[in-house]
């Protein structure tokens, strides 16, 4: 009787603890999340690891071993946003972290794999009389801008949002009193995060306007004559799996708002989905590469040998055309320059 007076005086919003029931994700749903960051971390971990240990290796080096170590990185920030987006009960602090690890995460990741695949579309683009280097320093710089710019956005979406916390009970009952009954059957809730929506709309615009410069950067250097510097397809596969993942997942959350275990799910899979498809295609082929090819051959590849025959064939074909064969020496001249880019931090672009 109690629960049903203040439900009628002072609203749903009003009711004491002892008259709602929360609905919480099931167990195995979270241990499924437990077990997905932590494989998920543990592969990105590894690819540090071979990163660490063949930074001077001709591949690893072309690939710029600072950005690849500052995109897994960004990797294992997605991943641990997973963590506390699971974390129960569900707090302004817990909600706000994952708010910012998922969107710094992000940025760094991706950031770092585009600025390096613009330095490659700068140098290749480069005309004889307009030369200039663009150190790691340089993109750094670029990097560490975009990273200040997205921390402001987020600064501004905590003012917006005010002294209102962003976690809420949603009640999946009817919000009337029951007038038949003089019983009061506990109300389910669900706990959630309650953003503003114009910090949701300006963290989605930025994201998606990350996606399209690397889409863009992916279509630029698809022609790159250099086999190491050209990453057009390792991208192209980052971004098909990003926009099927979006595709699915974001209305898929939309509708599974009150179905806390699918949301978890939901959200974990995706994650999980997008940083081992972009993690694995951009560096699985590097390693693959490695393992297969002497570094003699691998130079070759590159056009930083002008011993063709170490070329392996089954790579770049037994035949080229002539105006392939008169590019040879540029894509020597190319390759130096990319590689003179960070010669002072002692990795390349």
Known sequence: MECQLVQMLHGIQALPQQCIQAVEAKQWAWVINIVLVAIGTVAVVIVLGVIAAYTHHPVIASASPLFCVTICLGAIMLLLSNITSGTLPVSSSSCWSTAWLTTLGFSLMFGALFFKTWRVTQVFS???????????????????????????????????????????????????????SLTFTLLPYVDQCDYHPAGLYAIGLVMAAVIAWGTMLAYRTRNVPLLLFNESKHIAICMYTVAIVSALAVPTLVAMVGNPTVSLLIRTTATFLLVLACVGSL??????????????EIKAMDGSTNNQQTRPPSVLGDHKPASTQMRTGAQGNFSSAIRGAASTTGSTA
């Open 283 to 296: 560096f699985i082929p590097k390693f693959l590469i490695m393992s297969a090819y002497t570094i003699a």
């Open 126 to 180: 480069m005309t004889s009389t307009s030369k200039h280097i663009i150190s790691n320093v340089d993109l750094a710089v670029r990097l560490a801008a975009f990273m200040l710019f997205n921390v402001a956005l987020l600064a501004v979406w905590m003012v917006i949002q005010g002294t209102t916390s962003p976690a809420r009970k949603v009640f999946q009952a009817p919000q009337q009193c029951p007038s038949a």
